[in-house]
């Protein structure tokens, strides 16, 4: 089982729609969860963190984290096809005893103009 | 510098040979970490360094490649007698405040 799970899509949306990310994590010992965004060629980016259960918003951007069911999603609304990239999710593996981020493969997400 | 630089920006080299990537972190930042990307891949970890702690090398593939870095900054990246799969782009990413981390636009490693 791979420690960070994504699906490797693409996702396929409509200008304007909400985007729905997801991953799954493997160790419940993980504290700090991370979305970044790397578009074709280019190195990612931070765009949200999260540390405790809920959401957290920024924008148009919304991360959702349940440690119980050791889930973390990321919702883009109004999508736009300047959304359109790879979207990694990476959390902290503590339970390891490595303190670097661990990734996921990341999904590709397409906004149909 | 304003951000992470890394050089080269690309290098192709043949099978066997001794490669040397290098990254410049930001400045003041104490965490600096190498990850690497195959194509169409997420980021596998490699290295971490925190400060003046012992780094994390557990992601090492294998004990060809190694980093060491300098005067808790500059960081040198080396892969010893090259092989096809070391072929991908590796990533180096500083950060201040831990786990927020900053990527260099990369090396591309092409082994021929």
């Known amino acids: 089982q791979k420690e960070v799970e994504q699906n490797s899509g693409p996702l396929s949306v409509p200008e304007g729609a909400i985007a729905s990310l997801n991953c799954t994590y493997s160790d419940r010992g993980s504290q700090s969860f991370f979305w970044y965004r790397q578009y074709s060629g280019k190195s990612p980016e931070l765009i949200m963190f999260i540390y405790s259960n809920g959401d957290k ?15 973390v999603s990321l919702l883009i609304r109004d999508s736009q096809p300047s959304d359109s990239a790879t979207y990694l999710c990476a959390v902290t593996s503590r339970g390891t005893g490595r303190r670097a981020l661990t990734f996921g493969s990341g999904t590709r997400l397409q906004v149909q103009p | 510098g304003a951000g992470v630089s890394q050089s080269p920006s690309n290098k192709v080299t043949e099978k066997g040979k001794d490669v040397e990537l290098r990254c410049d972190p930001i400045s003041g930042h104490t965490a ?3 990850y690497r990307q195959s194509l169409g891949q997420g980021l596998e970890f ?4 925190q400060g ?7 992601g090492l ?15 040198t990246l080396t892969i010893q007698r090259t092989q096809q799969e070391d072929s991908a782009v590796y990533l180096c990413a ?6 927020e981390l900053f990527f260099g636009e990369g090396s591309r490693l092409t082994v021929l």
């Open chain 2, 94 to 99: 500083s950060s201040l405040v831990q786990e």
């Open chain 1, 57 to 71: 918003e920024d924008g148009r951007f919304t991360a959702q984290l349940n440690k119980a069911s050791q889930y």
């Open chain 2, 46 to 49: 490699l290295i971490y360094f």
């Open chain 2, 61 to 75: 593939p294998s004990d060809r490649f190694s980093a060491e870095r300098t005067g808790g900054s500059v960081s």
């Open chain 2, 32 to 34: 600096l970490y190498w």
């Open chain 2, 52 to 58: 003046n702690s012992a780094p994390d090398k557990s």
